[in-house]
């Protein structure tokens, strides 16, 4: 996975890095290794700012959040990127499974279902 980070007016060490990569991880093995992530970490008075954007393919998932620590704004950004990556699967795996039947059917399609 293609990560690239951000600092807006916040300076980006390995400590942040790691606890990203951990998280990445996670969502690596939902969504492909095809995927890129953006992670913008922000400073705004007294609160820190983790937005974290994930793009694969046509999907794109992305979660803002803010705390008074940036370690828990990032693991809550993480989390949340975690459970659209999730609902997501679950939903391309429930349409290929489920295919849509269609609305109106013939008195022929009915008389052939009902005797087979």
Not at 5 to 14: D, K, S
Not at 23 to 44: N, P, T, Y
């Amino acid at each position: 996975m293609i990560v690239e980070y951000t600092g807006r007016q916040f300076v980006v060490t390995q400590k942040y890095k790691d606890r990203t990569h951990k998280g990445l991880k996670r969502i690596e093995r939902i969504v492909g290794g095809a995927a890129s992530a953006h992670i913008i970490l922000s400073l705004d008075k007294y609160r820190k700012i983790a937005e974290v954007a994930v793009v694969d393919g046509s999907q794109s998932m992305v979660a803002v959040c803010e705390s008074v620590e940036m370690m828990t704004a990032l693991h809550h950004a993480l989390g949340k990127i975690e459970q659209q990556a999730i609902r997501q699967k679950q939903k391309t795996t429930t349409n290929m499974r489920h295919p849509r039947v269609p609305v109106k059917a013939t008195a022929e399609e009915i008389a052939t279902q009902a005797t087979a």
